[in-house]
């Protein structure tokens, strides 16, 4: 398997700009419409879906597409460690920040995780940049299936396969890909295509895939007819997010960032909280409330 470079080694945290109350009053002078939000992994982890590059992560190392489509044996590591993942991912609530972005109602969001758990939360619109878990597609057809489905025939394929394992299943760590670290994977049986007899694989942006060009150029729509762009829970440590920071500042559009790592973009944000982001939204909720 690649190992993945981390783009954030040696990046320090920054110091917040502002109190929270002072960046939000600034949020507030304008219409929350106004404002287009992108939020990463720190968005989930009050949901219980950990993220890869927070304080106190455990280094990971994420399989790529290009692992992914080497041959069955990777197709099966991954979805061995999925089919024990999946339910647990499933069984995810959105927590307080989804709950506040949502009555927040901003321009729009735009999503790096692949959760769902901002369209449960009721917001709308919503762009899942890198797709969704609950999601299979057919590499060949372009045919989409429930995961729900898949998870009821990897369990007819591979009956007895939780029972075999030398360890239970609920003490594996779930990664923020819906995958477990699970090394006890061979011969682990996944079905083709029902339609075609093709390779199924999750309908997510894999480690060193592009984000589709039509959704792509949805969320840029997006966050270009936004007066500015707030980051929640991103390290922009992927270009598919960085990028929209960098146009932003590039066309005086303000950015602000809040999460409690360093960021790829804390050079180009006009303001930088280091707080929770649950604390900042409450934050942001207060300064709009009449």
Same mark, same amino acid.
């Given at each position: 398997?690649? *190992?993945?470079?981390?783009?954030?080694?040696?990046?320090?945290?920054?110091?917040?700009?502002?109190?929270?109350?002072?960046?939000?009053?600034?949020?507030?002078?304008?219409?929350?419409?106004?404002?287009?939000?992108?939020?990463?992994?720190?968005?989930?982890?009050?949901?219980?879906?950990?993220?890869?590059?927070?304080?106190?992560?455990?280094?990971?190392?994420?399989?790529?597409?290009?692992?992914?489509?080497? +041959?069955?044996?990777?197709?099966?590591?991954?979805?061995?460690?999925?089919?024990?993942?999946?339910?647990?991912? !499933?069984?995810?609530?959105?927590?307080?920040?989804?709950?506040?972005?949502?009555?927040?109602?901003?321009?729009? =969001?735009?999503?790096?995780?692949?959760?769902?758990?901002?369209?449960?939360?009721?917001?709308?619109?919503?762009?899942?940049?890198?797709?969704?878990? #609950?999601?299979?597609?057919?590499?060949?057809?372009?045919?989409?299936?429930?995961?729900?489905?898949?998870?009821?025939?990897?369990?007819?394929?591979?009956?007895?396969?939780?029972?075999?394992?030398?360890?239970?299943?609920?003490?594996?760590?779930?990664?923020?890909?819906?995958?477990?670290?699970?090394?006890?994977?061979?011969?682990?049986?996944?079905?083709?295509?029902?339609?075609?007899?093709?390779?199924?694989?999750? #309908?997510?942006?894999?480690?060193?895939?592009?984000?589709?060009?039509?959704?792509?150029?949805?969320?840029?729509?997006?966050?270009?007819?936004?007066?500015?762009?707030?980051?929640?829970?991103?390290?922009?440590? *992927?270009?598919? +997010?960085? !990028?929209?920071? !960098?146009?932003?500042?590039?066309?005086?559009?303000?950015?602000?960032?809040? =999460?409690?790592?360093?960021?790829?973009?804390?050079?180009?944000?006009?303001?930088?909280?280091?707080? !929770? *982001?649950?604390?900042?939204?409450?934050?942001?909720?207060?300064?709009?409330?009449?």
């Amino acid at each position: 398997m690649a *190992v993945i470079k981390d783009p954030l080694r040696g990046l320090a945290r920054p110091a917040p700009t502002a109190s929270d109350a002072q960046i939000a009053a600034a949020l507030a002078a304008r219409p929350t419409g106004d404002w287009a939000v992108l939020t990463g992994a720190g968005m989930s982890t009050d949901s219980g879906i950990p993220d890869y590059r927070g304080p106190g992560a455990p280094p990971r190392s994420p399989m790529t597409g290009q692992t992914f489509r080497s +041959g069955q044996a990777a197709r099966s590591r991954y979805w061995a460690r999925s089919f024990l993942g999946w339910p647990r991912i !499933r069984a995810a609530q959105p927590n307080a920040a989804h709950r506040a972005l949502a009555r927040l109602s901003p321009h729009g =969001t735009i999503t790096q995780n692949v959760d769902g758990l901002h369209e449960t939360a009721g917001s709308d619109p919503v762009i899942d940049l890198h797709g969704r878990l #609950d999601r299979v597609i057919c590499l060949q057809c372009g045919e989409l299936f429930s995961r729900d489905w898949l998870q009821g025939e990897l369990d007819a394929l591979n009956p007895g396969f939780r029972a075999g394992l030398s360890i239970s299943p609920e003490e594996i760590e779930t990664a923020p890909d819906g995958d477990v670290a699970l090394e006890e994977t061979a011969g682990f049986a996944v079905p083709p295509c029902p339609v075609c007899g093709g390779i199924l694989k999750p #309908d997510v942006v894999f480690f060193g895939e592009s984000v589709p060009a039509e959704r792509a150029e949805a969320a840029t729509r997006l966050a270009a007819g936004a007066h500015g762009l707030v980051v929640l829970g991103s390290s922009l440590a *992927v270009l598919s +997010g960085l !990028r929209f920071v !960098r146009s932003a500042a590039r066309e005086g559009r303000p950015v602000v960032i809040v =999460t409690d790592g360093p960021t790829r973009g804390d050079a180009l944000a006009a303001h930088r909280s280091t707080s !929770r *982001v649950a604390d900042f939204l409450a934050a942001w909720e207060a300064a709009v409330a009449p």
